[in-house]
Antibody, heavy 115, light 108 residues
Framework: EVQLVESGGGLVQPGGSLRLSCAASRFTFSSYWMNWVRQGPGKGLVWVSRINSDGSITSYADSVKGRFTISRDNAKNTLFLQMNSLRAEDTAVYYC????????WGQGTLVTVSS | EIVLTQSPGTLSLSPGERATLSCRASQSVSSSYLAWYQQKPGQAPRLLIFGASSRATGIPDRFSGSGSGTDFTLTISRVEPEDFAVYYCQQYGSLPVTFGQGTKLEIK
């Protein structure tokens, strides 16, 4: 069974940075596009970013463009999200999800931006 | 950006009844790149349908998807107790990828 495990969330002050990781296993990670999706407290799902299988193509939601960077290490089967200049509205559970349509999801990691 | 509008916001049904959930797009969804997800409290979403009408692996056949262009439907033929959850549609054919706001299926 596909496994995706996020880590790196936590409490950060406005303007701060965090780096999220998503460890993938039990599938050929280097063959899949990957995504980050977030969900604010009591809110719906919001797509954040995606990256193609070799890392050469990235896309972002307008709300995070210029502040967040998605990347991957196919040798280590790991997806990353570098988040800079964090704002209160970035507070959410962040999920990594596999593929153009997200057929597998991690359990999520909570990011709280607050002073 | 393609805006997805789901209706109704909340659907109250009894087990055994038929559920019909709607997802309307502000512009045509290319190649029917439309997916449906189920999310229960405290859990990650689960893929139900992709390509507007293809069931994901392990999804019971009481779940079906239909539609094209701007109008899509998720149907649950007979609602089971474990189906009470929030359902989201998503288009993944155009950037940015977008989700609907969700439909909550609750027990009547």
């Amino acid at each position: 069974e596909v496994q995706l495990v996020e880590s790196g969330g936590g409490l950060v002050q406005p303007g701060g940075s965090l780096r999220l990781s998503c460890a993938a296993s039990r599938f050929t990670f280097s063959s899949y596009w990957m995504n980050w999706v977030r969900q604010g407290p009591g809110k719906g799902l919001v797509w954040v970013s995606r990256i193609n299988s070799d890392g050469s193509i990235t896309s972002y939601a307008d709300s995070v463009k210029g502040r967040f960077t998605i990347s991957r290490d196919n040798a280590k089967n790991t997806l990353f999200l570098q988040m800079n200049s964090l704002r209160a509205e970035d507070t959410a559970v962040y999920y990594c999800a596999r593929g153009h349509y997200h057929d597998s999801w991690g359990q999520g990691t909570l990011v709280t931006v607050s002073s | 950006e393609i805006v997805l509008t789901q209706s109704p916001g909340t659907l109250s049904l009894s087990p055994g009844e038929r559920a019909t959930l709607s997802c309307r797009a502000s512009q045509s969804v290319s190649s029917s790149y439309l997916a449906w997800y189920q999310q229960k409290p405290g859990q990650a979403p689960r893929l139900l349908i992709f390509g507007a009408s293809s069931r994901a692996t392990g999804i019971p056949d009481r779940f079906s998807g239909s539609g094209s262009g701007t109008d899509f439907t998720l149907t649950i033929s007979r609602v089971e107790p474990e189906d009470f959850a929030v359902y989201y549609c998503q288009q993944y054919g155009s950037l940015p990828v977008t989700f609907g706001q969700g439909t909550k299926l609750e027990i009547k």
